[in-house]
Structures are given as C-alpha cells and as structure tokens.
C-alpha cells in the first residue's frame, strides 16, 4: 500500500501550495508556555527529561506575560491560542492568577496534562480563570499505563481526570495517547474505554527519539505494527463513534488524508511558537533545545518571531541524506523538524520509510 493513491497525490499537491502561503505569512496561531520542569511522574518517553524536583526554577507567570504582551499588537488574540505545558503545568499553584491575565487580554488559553493531581475543585477553579482547553495524557490499561507513567495509580487519576474534562461543554477537549510495543495490543479495549467516558477527540502518536525515549530503544514499533497503528486509527475513522487521528508528527504516504483530518504539514515556527523555562524562544515544544532563536530575556518575542526562524519556514536545508532522493519529499518537506538532528541535519525517524518497509 506504499503507492499514493491518485486523488490523495492531487489533495498532496493543492496543499502543498497552501503550506507555502501560510508558511510566507507565518502568522502566529499557537504560543506554547513550558511553564515548569517540575513532573509528578517518571514517563518512559519525556522529551524533556522532567522529575519531581527540578534544579530549573519556574518561570515566574510576569516574565512570561511580557512575552505576550509583545505579541498582542501583532495579531488577533481570539485566533491565537497559548497552551501551558511543562513538566506538568497543574504542579503550579499560579496557573489561575496566569489564567485570568490570559482572559483580561483575550487570549484562549489551554493546558496539557498527565491528569494525575486534576480533580473536579482543581477544574473547577481553572475554569472559571479561563481555561477553554485541556488534552490528558492516557497511555494503554492500567498495568502499561502506570509502568510507562512511572507511578502506581496513575491510570486511575488520569481516567478519573478524562471523565471530569468529558462532562464540561465548555471545553476544547481530546485525549493523547503514545503508541508503543507494550500497549499496542491494547489500543481496541483501549477504545472501548474511552466510548464509554463520552470522549469525542482522541489523538495518537509515537515514540521519537528525543529525551529518556532515546534510551528506551525497545519501545519503537517496528514497520509492520507501524502499518497496524494506521490501520486502526483509519478503522476508527470509518465507524464514526470516536474521532481518532495520528498526532502532526510525520508523513504517512498513502495514508495521508485517511488517518488524520489535514494533510502533514510541520508548523513549528511557521505558526507555532514557544517559550521554554528558562527564556529560550523556540517553536513546537517537542524541539527542545534544537532550534533555539533567542531568548525574552534578551529580545522582543515578536522581532524574533518576525525575523528569525529562517531555518524552520526554509526548509530547503533538509533535502540531504535518505530525503535528497526520496519522491515525497515535496510534499513532506523534510518530516517534523522534531525528528531531525539540528547540528547533522539527518533525519532520525521517518514514518513513510516505516510504511515503505512493511511493503
């Protein structure tokens, strides 16, 4: 099933155009706050590397505000939302007291949560300081949730924090779930599960080498369960009682259009921005410490957003290695930024090449 259907290579060539108009407008729809590196759990694949103590203080929310008050002018705030992320964001005490300032500058504003220490009061109060927008983290059943998690309980806490976020209309909601050997098998009971919570948005991604995933080599699904996890996901798709997809992070050749809603398009700094814990003015959160393009300590956030980030809307650079002869690179660009080498430029991990392997 490697070869790209006719009509899927039309869609991939119409949007290729659109991606390079919204990539020459760069306009700024999603800010991403690290909050904290400060975690709960001890996660298997955490691209950040968090534990409970972190020697990187919390970014205090001033400082952060700053940032967002540079990029106020410069767009319409009901269309940019920020999203809170960390470590794990409900670790800090202040997310209201940040909320409410969002809210008085109109901002939507949204956090991204393993669901361990959310409960209804915790919820409750985030809510009414404005939160529109929440994705849970819920990786298998319990025993390869937990294990994954690092923390006995943790698929109780994160199923109970789902069915609170499920009940409240009023809320952006979907769930996230990482795709790996041990709990592959588990995705259709899985499912069930979340039916049954009244969950509308589920989304699936998989293990990237970056952070303690590099070191847990073991969790990566080979070629052929890779091709499993797409024909599941575009199962779901068709029976139309939940609305799966696989997560922004790579190409999928000929299931592109079918196992997600858009077609692959990698918008770190093209409309994705971020701001890291200690200042650093990146892109998509998953880029870490590659990418870097300044620092609020240091610049105004919207004459960097403005004037750098060549590197990620010129994207010419990643035609080289197993992509400089690859016949989708057109309409991949390169992958996600996220599953490159900054420094070597090699590309890391490719889903289509997955997918080319099982054929």
Same mark, same amino acid.
């Not at 952006?172 to 919570?197: A, P, Y």
């Not at 499993?228 to 997809?245: H, K, N, P, Q, T």
């Given at each position: 099933?490697?070869?790209?259907?006719?009509?899927?290579?039309?869609?991939?060539?119409? %949007?290729?155009?659109?991606?390079?108009?919204?990539?020459?407008?760069?306009?700024?729809?999603?800010?991403?706050?690290?909050?904290?590196?400060?975690?709960?759990?001890?996660?298997?694949?955490?691209?950040?590397?968090?534990?409970?103590?972190?020697?990187?203080?919390?970014?205090?929310?001033?400082?952060?505000?700053?940032?967002?008050? +540079?990029?106020?002018?410069?767009?319409?705030?009901?269309?940019?939302?920020?999203?809170?992320?960390? #470590?794990?964001?409900?670790?800090?005490?202040?997310?209201?007291?940040?909320?409410?300032?969002?809210?008085?500058?109109?901002?939507?504003?949204?956090?991204?949560?393993?669901? %361990?220490?959310?409960?209804?009061?915790?919820?409750?109060?985030?809510? +009414?300081?404005?939160?529109? +927008?929440?994705?849970?983290?819920?990786?298998?059943?319990?025993?390869?949730?937990?294990?994954?998690?690092?923390?006995? #309980?943790?698929?109780?806490?994160?199923? !109970?924090?789902?069915?609170?976020?499920? !009940?409240?209309?009023?809320?952006?909601?979907?769930?996230?779930?990482?795709?790996?050997?041990?709990?592959?098998?588990?995705?259709?009971?899985?499912?069930?599960?979340?039916?049954?919570?009244?969950?509308?948005?589920?989304?699936? %991604?998989?293990?990237?080498?970056?952070?303690?995933?590099?070191?847990?080599?073991?969790?990566?699904?080979?070629?052929?369960?890779?091709?499993?996890?797409?024909?599941?996901?575009?199962?779901?798709?068709?029976? #139309?009682?939940?609305?799966?997809?696989?997560?922004?992070?790579?190409?999928?050749?000929?299931?592109?259009? !079918?196992?997600?809603?858009?077609? *692959?398009?990698?918008?770190?700094?093209?409309?994705?921005? +971020?701001?890291?814990?200690?200042?650093?003015?990146?892109?998509?959160?998953?880029?870490?410490?590659?990418?870097?393009?300044?620092?609020?300590?240091?610049?105004? *956030?919207?004459?960097?957003?403005?004037?750098?980030?060549?590197?990620?809307?010129?994207?010419?650079?990643?035609?080289? #290695?197993?992509?400089?002869?690859?016949?989708? *690179?057109?309409?991949?660009?390169?992958?996600?930024?996220?599953?490159?080498?900054?420094?070597?430029?090699?590309?890391?991990?490719?889903?289509?090449?997955?997918?080319?392997? !099982?054929?």
């Amino acid at each position: 099933m490697n070869k790209i259907p006719f009509q899927t290579g039309l869609g991939l060539e119409l %949007f290729r155009a659109f991606r390079s108009a919204q990539t020459k407008l760069h306009e700024l729809n999603y800010l991403f706050w690290e909050c904290t590196l400060r975690c709960n759990l001890n996660c298997s694949h955490c691209g950040s590397d968090c534990t409970k103590s972190s020697s990187v203080k919390d970014m205090p929310i001033a400082d952060f505000l700053k940032a967002v008050d +540079s990029v106020r002018p410069h767009v319409d705030p009901h269309n940019t939302t920020i999203v809170i992320t960390g #470590g794990e964001p409900i670790l800090r005490n202040d997310l209201e007291e940040c909320g409410i300032e969002l809210y008085k500058r109109e901002f939507p504003w949204g956090i991204v949560s393993n669901g %361990f220490a959310l409960d209804a009061v915790r919820l409750d109060s985030l809510r +009414s300081a404005g939160l529109r +927008s929440i994705t849970i983290s819920l990786d298998g059943l319990e025993k390869s949730h937990d294990i994954f998690r690092g923390e006995k #309980g943790s698929y109780v806490r994160a199923l !109970k924090a789902i069915e609170l976020c499920a !009940k409240c209309n009023d809320l952006e909601f979907d769930v996230v779930t990482c795709v790996h050997q041990n709990n592959l098998s588990e995705l259709d009971e899985l499912k069930k599960i979340l039916v049954t919570t009244c969950l509308k948005r589920w989304r699936l %991604f998989t293990i990237f080498p970056k952070g303690r995933a590099a070191q847990n080599d073991h969790l990566k699904l080979s070629s052929d369960q890779f091709v499993r996890l797409m024909d599941f996901i575009v199962s779901c798709r068709e029976e #139309g009682i939940i609305s799966a997809s696989y997560g922004c992070e790579g190409f999928l050749g000929p299931y592109e259009g !079918k196992a997600r809603d858009s077609f *692959f398009f990698c918008k770190a700094g093209v409309s994705v921005g +971020s701001v890291l814990i200690d200042g650093s003015i990146s892109a998509c959160p998953s880029l870490r410490s590659d990418y870097i393009q300044g620092n609020i300590y240091a610049d105004d *956030f919207w004459e960097v957003w403005e004037n750098r980030f060549t590197n990620m809307r010129d994207r010419s650079w990643t035609k080289s #290695g197993k992509c400089a002869t690859c016949k989708q *690179f057109k309409y991949c660009n390169g992958n996600g930024l996220h599953l490159r080498d900054e420094k070597s430029g090699e590309l890391l991990f490719c889903q289509y090449e997955l997918i080319n392997e !099982k054929n």
